[in-house]
């Protein structure tokens, strides 16, 4: 554990607290997030979190540096998943663009708290139970087999259980009001669509937390490091989705990447538990050897991916191309703070 001041505590919460009420503020009015709002925001997350990893150096010291910026890059590289996820969701419920940055912002939100929850548990554990250890690497590698397998693709929004909860406790109607997440219909209070999709949103970020979880635990466990650099990735999310957005599929070795980079860690945890359980003699994974592991398979998926475009797209994904694309808006865009109203989207594919 490293030995962290309460002060350096305090300013990672208040730069967090500040930065979601700046955010919320620059996003009240609903609008369509293109690419170079999305790209200035995403810098700004990065330079926030790479401002604060400076300071984990000079304050906390090398180790503990080395430590958050391993976390945070494997955090934010798993995040990635995330984005899959959210598009496919958004494109299941026809979530009008404009409203899609209320909803993840909601998503953060819960993230941000059930994260802290998982994590704090995670480090009581660990600290208790070294054995855990070898549970986590097995929950990694059944994670990496079910990406090799794309078996992840199989995720259907529209039986999640949160939604499905969300609407045997409060009825649901079948349009879009605005970006409103409730409205009155004959004096009852009763959600709309865009309530059911931040249901859903929440239910996917806490299915990756088992990913998550386990992998961060690996760098580290401390609770500073471990939540910080979370913290700062999860805040980035949102940026980072709608940046990407029209890109997703061109990287499509990022998965294979995420792949190799979530058995890495699990043969870490392995490692790490036996030199603790088994023999002194048994090497560890050191953090500096994780992070280069992790940049370098990262920057070889990002790599091929340009160079070699999947199927369908002859060719290679580009900033310009990403700023045509992100800068119409789609046909589902509200012009201003209506949309479109589908009929009965959460109950689309056999929906209960």
Avoid: C
Wanted: proline share 6%.
């Amino acid at each position: 554990m490293h030995d962290v001041p309460l002060w350096l505590w305090m300013v990672f919460a208040i730069t967090v607290l500040v930065s979601l009420a700046i955010d919320l503020l620059a996003h009240r009015q609903a609008h369509v997030i293109h690419f170079k709002e999305a790209a200035a925001w995403s810098a700004v997350w990065v330079s926030l979190a790479i401002i604060f990893g400076v300071a984990v150096f000079l304050v906390v010291g090398t180790s503990a540096g080395v430590e958050y910026t391993t976390a945070w890059l494997l955090e934010k590289s798993l995040s990635v998943d995330n984005l899959f996820v959210f598009a496919l969701i958004f494109g299941y419920f026809k979530v009008p663009r404009a409203y899609q940055h209320r909803v993840l912002f909601l998503g953060v939100l819960g993230a941000l708290v059930f994260r802290g929850l998982f994590l704090a548990a995670g480090v009581a554990v660990v600290s208790r139970f070294t054995a855990v250890l070898f549970v986590f690497a097995a929950i990694l590698f059944w994670s990496t087999y079910k990406i090799l397998k794309e078996e992840d693709d199989s995720f259907d929004p529209g039986k999640s259980i949160a939604v499905r909860l969300l609407r045997k406790v409060i009825p649901v109607r079948d349009d879009y009001q605005g970006a409103h997440f409730f409205v009155k219909e004959a004096g009852k209070r009763v959600g709309t669509p865009l309530l059911a999709v931040v249901a859903a949103i929440e239910a996917a970020d806490l299915v990756f937390a088992v990913d998550s979880v386990p992998a961060v635990l690996a760098v580290s466990s401390d609770a500073f490091i471990v939540y910080t650099s979370n913290a700062f990735a999860i805040l980035g999310l949102r940026a980072l989705y709608f940046m990407l957005a029209g890109l997703l599929d061109r990287f499509h070795y990022l998965s294979t990447g995420l792949a190799i980079i979530l058995a890495f860690i699990g043969v870490k945890l392995i490692l790490q538990a036996s030199h603790k359980l088994i023999s002194p003699a048994i090497p560890e994974v050191p953090s500096p050897l994780s992070l280069a592991v992790i940049t370098g398979v990262l920057t070889v998926a990002i790599a091929l991916s340009v160079l070699r475009p999947p199927p369908g797209h002859p060719q290679a994904p580009s900033v310009a191309e990403a700023v045509r694309s992100a800068g119409t808006p789609a046909d589902d865009d509200p012009p201003g703070d209506g949309g479109p109203e589908p009929t009965d989207p959460t109950q689309r594919r056999g929906t209960t």
